[in-house]
């Protein structure tokens, strides 16, 4: 059953397109080498192919071109990862690896939220050799937790980063039929241009959209992706913010050898580029 994002809000879905369309552009005189942004992708450790040998990821994607691969692991993540059980809200896994974490949220009655779905979703695209980053999509309230959280993948054939959303089960596609990253996504909105989905239910896709609405006013990007990469100590976020849209930098010292750092960035040219 779907329902309307803003049926029961405080803020109307015209509120979040009002300031979407106020900040709508970045800054493309901005030099990410000032705080060396450079994303890192774990392929090829001891747990990554624990990872690829106990789920048998490459019988499950296959031969094929990129995309064909993709389009299988997601198909068969959705099985793995979308099971039934309680709303997962104060309950958190962090610290655990991908198998605990499914054993865990079943043996206490939980469903995985976008959240741990799209971890484990892009720790099993970098085990199967794919150059993919996990990606918190985020509304304008810097204090507040809701948010959106997906998959990010480098297709080499078309030198392109694209959008995998395991927990709705989507890809997005522009009216060609070209398959659109999170940048794209943020444009289809701001001109109120429909994206294309895997569905034929009008309610469905309502509902996609106006999540959507709320959740591209910024990106979270965790800098180094690899195996359990929340667990990690010495985390790096970066944040793309629209031009205008300042938030300072800040560390957090958690102990003697571990603290995350939280920087800003407001050019998307550093985001997308072609790797």
């Known amino acids: 059953m779907f329902y309307s994002f803003y049926q029961n809000a405080e803020y109307s879905m015209e509120d979040d397109l009002r300031y979407l369309k106020l ?111 996990w990606v918190s999509c985020l509304p304008m309230e810097l204090n507040y937790c809701e948010c959106h959280c997906v998959s990010e993948v480098f297709i080499e054939e078309y030198k392109k980063w694209i959008v995998v959303d395991v927990a709705l089960n989507i890809f997005y596609f522009d009216k060609k039929g070209n398959l659109l990253n999170l940048y794209d996504i943020r444009q289809h909105v701001l001109n109120n241009e429909p994206f294309r989905i895997q569905s034929t239910k009008k309610e469905h896709f309502q509902y996609v959209w106006e999540y959507w609405i709320r959740h591209v006013f910024r990106f979270k990007f965790l800098l180094n992706n690899k195996y359990n990469m929340l667990a990690s100590s010495n985390k790096t976020f970066v944040f793309l913010n629209p031009k205008g849209f300042v938030v300072n930098d800040k560390g957090i010292i958690h102990s003697e050898n571990d603290t995350t750092r939280f920087i800003h960035f407001y050019n998307d040219k550093l985001f997308w580029k072609e790797s």
């Open 23 to 133: 900040y709508s552009d970045y800054d493309h005189t901005e030099n990410g080498q000032a705080h060396n942004l450079n994303f890192t992708f774990e392929t090829n450790s001891l747990e990554l192919i624990q990872i690829r040998d106990t789920w048998n990821i490459d019988d499950v994607m296959g031969l094929g071109a990129e995309l064909q691969r993709i389009i299988k692991l997601k198909k068969w993540a959705f099985e793995l990862l979308c099971f039934n059980g309680k709303k997962l809200e104060s309950r958190h896994y962090e610290k655990l690896n991908c198998f605990e974490t499914i054993q865990l949220a079943k043996s206490e009655g939980y469903s995985l939220n976008c959240r741990y779905i799209s971890l484990i979703f892009t720790q099993i695209l970098l085990a199967a050799g794919f150059k993919a980053r």
